[in-house]
C-alpha cells in the first residue's frame, strides 16, 4: 500500500537557521498539504497546494515559510529562518479527494 | 471559520467496554469528518470517515455518526482492546482538497 514519505525524521538546527522538510506524496494523488503539532496539542493546519500553487493558507504560515513542488515526486516546506516556536512535528499530507493520508512527519527542533 | 470541539480529553475504559467519542463543529458549509488515531509518536492514522448525506458508517468495531442538524458527530468504539490505546482526533472539511480542521483529541486508555 503506497505511503506518504518524509525526510529528515528529526532535524535539529539553531534559531535563525532556514531548514528545508522534505516529502514525497502518494503518486496519483493531487492535493499536498503541511500541518504542525507541536508536542502534546493538536494538528494544526499551515498550507494546502494544487496545480503547482497554493490554495490555501493558514495564519501561521507568514513570510518565513514557503512550499515548493521542485520536480514531479518531491513537495517541500521551508522556513526561512527558524524560531524557538517552529519546534514542533510537521507533517505532510496528500489526497485524491477527500480522505488526507499523512506521512511519519519531521520533529524540527530549534535551539 | 471551522472550530471543532471534541470531548471528552481522556476516557478510560476497560477491555472489551465501548468507548464514545464527541465532537461538535460549527460549519454549516463542512461536509466531510474524518476519524484519526495516533499512536505516540506516529503519523496521524485514517480509522473510518463519514460524508455529510449519510447518518451513520460502521466498519467492523467502529462506527461514526453524523447530525448535521445539531452539527455533531461521534465515533464509537465496540468491543475495546489494549491496542485501541491511542489518541483520537475527529475533524471537519468542506470538500475535497481542502484543510482538515482538527479537534484537540481524545486520549483512549483500554485497560487490560
Known amino acids: 500500500e503506497p505511503e506518504v514519505t518524509q525526510t529528515p525524521s528529526h532535524q535539529v538546527t539553531q534559531m535563525g537557521q532556514e531548514v528545508i522538510l522534505r516529502c514525497v506524496p502518494i503518486s496519483n494523488h493531487l492535493y499536498f498539504y503541511w500541518y504542525r503539532q507541536i508536542l502534546g496539542q493538536k494538528v494544526e493546519f499551515l498550507v494546502s497546494f494544487y496545480n503547482n500553487e497554493i490554495s490555501e493558507k493558514s495564519e501561521i504560515f507568514d513570510d518565513q515559510f514557503s512550499v515548493e513542488r521542485p520536480d514531479g515526486s518531491n513537495f517541500t516546506l521551508k522556513i526561512r529562518s527558524t524560531k524557538l516556536e517552529d519546534s514542533a512535528m510537521y507533517f505532510c499530507?496528500?489526497?485524491?479527494?477527500?480522505?488526507?493520508?499523512f506521512g511519519p512527519g519531521t520533529r524540527l527542533t530549534v535551539t | 471559520g471551522e472550530n471543532v470541539e471534541q470531548h471528552p480529553s481522556t476516557l478510560s475504559v476497560q477491555e472489551g467496554d465501548s468507548a464514545v467519542i464527541k465532537c461538535t463543529y460549527s460549519?454549516?458549509?463542512?461536509?466531510?469528518f474524518p476519524w484519526y488515531k495516533q499512536e505516540l509518536g506516529k503519523r496521524p492514522q485514517l480509522i473510518i470517515d463519514i460524508r455529510s448525506n449519510v447518518g451513520e458508517k460502521k466498519d467492523q468495531r467502529i462506527a461514526v455518526t453524523l447530525n448535521k442538524t445539531a452539527k455533531h458527530f461521534s465515533l464509537h468504539i465496540t468491543e475495546t482492546q489494549p491496542e485501541d490505546s491511542a489518541v483520537y482526533f475527529c475533524a471537519a472539511m468542506k470538500g475535497s482538497g481542502d484543510k482538515l480542521t482538527f479537534g484537540t483529541g481524545t486520549r483512549l486508555a483500554v485497560r487490560p
Open positions: 499530507a496528500s489526497s485524491e479527494d477527500f480522505e488526507q493520508y
Open positions: 460549519d454549516s458549509a463542512s461536509n466531510y
